[in-house]
């Protein structure tokens, strides 16, 4: 299984970037799909998830009225649209799916994407 993120880049603050990320392998099922985000010198953060389903999605406080998560089951994508950039959400974003295999169908684990780089200039 494989993950790859896109849709990195500088942008200015109040600005918007979407970022994606990919699932590919042998891929039975994805329940909980996220991202995180990990800024220079701090440890990784939830910035925001979405359940199977498509109808629950979680969201950091920092985030919340900004960011919005959605997901395609039939092309095992995740989106994450970012608008009104603050400085402050300059990190490395990382896709996090729960993913059962086609090879493991009794279990599932969490598989990370490489993450993409995120900077907002003030």
């Known amino acids: 299984v494989q993950l790859v993120e896109s849709g990195g880049g500088l942008v200015q603050a109040g600005g918007s970037l979407r970022l994606s990320c990919a699932a590919s392998g042998r891929i039975f099922s994805i329940e909980t799909m996220g991202w995180y985000r990990q800024a220079p010198g701090k440890q990784r953060e939830l910035v925001a998830t979405?359940?199977?389903?498509?109808?629950?999605?979680n969201y950091a406080d920092p985030v919340k009225g900004r960011f919005t998560i959605s997901r395609d089951n039939a092309k095992n994508t995740i989106d994450l649209q970012m608008n009104s950039l603050k400085p402050e959400d300059t990190a490395v974003y990382y896709c996090n799916d729960r993913i059962t295999t086609v090879q493991a169908m009794w279990t599932s684990r969490n598989y990370w994407g490489q993450g993409t780089q995120v900077t907002v200039s003030s």
């Open positions: 979405i359940a199977s389903g498509g109808g629950n999605r």
